[in-house]
C-alpha cells in the first residue's frame, strides 16, 4: 500500500519495511561490538518500540542480553503533550549495568532524558541509547544517542508500531501524514 488512511488523516509510504530491517542489523553489528561481555539490561519504551524492540533482539541472538519493558505516555493525536507520565514502572536492579534503553522515535528528546535520567538516579553502571527513528530538527533538549537507525524529518509518521490515536501500530512499513 502506497497510500493509507487512518481516522481522517492520509499517510503515504516513506520508510519501506526492507529499509527498517536493514537500519536494525546494522546497529545490532555495532551493538554485538560495544556491549560483548558487559550482561547489558535492554529497556524497551512501550508502545511504540515494540516491533524495533523485537527485531532488534533477534539479531542480537548470541549476545548476553537480557530485555524489560517500560511503559511511557507523552503523545495526544499528531504531537507531543510535552509532559511524561509512567503507566509501567523499570522494576529491575539496574546498579552497576550497562542499559540500553531502545525508543522507537526521538524527536523533542523530553521522553528519553526522563528515562536517561531515571535509569541514572538508579546506579546503572553506563546508560545507552538505540532509537530507530530520529527527527534532530525536533529535538529541544541535549542528549548523545549511542545507536541511531534512521534520520528522518520532522514531520509526523505511523506505522512500525507508531501510531495515530492508537491506530496504525501494526503496519510493517512506516508512512508520513500527507499535508
Same mark, same amino acid.
Given at each position: ?51 524495533? =524492540? ?69 546506579? =546503572? ?55
Amino acid at each position: 500500500m502506497k497510500r493509507i488512511t487512518l481516522w481522517d488523516k492520509e499517510f503515504e509510504i516513506s520508510l519501506p519495511y526492507e529499509e527498517i530491517q536493514a537500519a536494525i542489523k546494522k546497529m545490532a553489528c555495532k551493538m554485538k561490538e560495544d556491549l560483548e561481555g558487559k550482561n547489558a539490561l535492554f529497556v524497551c519504551i512501550l508502545n511504540g518500540s515494540f516491533m524495533f =524492540a523485537a527485531d532488534l533482539m533477534k539479531e542480537l541472538e548470541l549476545l548476553d542480553a537480557e530485555i524489560t519493558f517500560l511503559k511511557l505516555a507523552s503523545y495526544s493525536g499528531t504531537s507531543s503533550t510535552g509532559e511524561i507520565k509512567e503507566l509501567i514502572g523499570l522494576n529491575e536492579n539496574i546498579k552497576d549495568r550497562t542499559v540500553v534503553v531502545l525508543e522507537d522515535i526521538v524527536d523533542s528528546g523530553h521522553t528519553i532524558a526522563d528515562v536517561i535520567a531515571q535509569i541514572t538516579r538508579k546506579g =546503572a553502571k553506563e546508560v545507552k541509547i538505540a532509537t530507530l527513528l530520529f527527527k534532530p530538527d525536533a529535538l529541544k533538549m541535549e542528549i548523545h544517542l549511542d545507536y541511531v537507525g534512521v534520520v528522518i524529518p520532522n514531520d509526523f509518521i505511523v506505522g512500525y508500531g507508531l501510531d495515530f490515536d492508537r491506530r496504525g501500530r501494526n503496519l510493517k512499513d512506516i508512512y508520513t501524514l500527507v499535508k
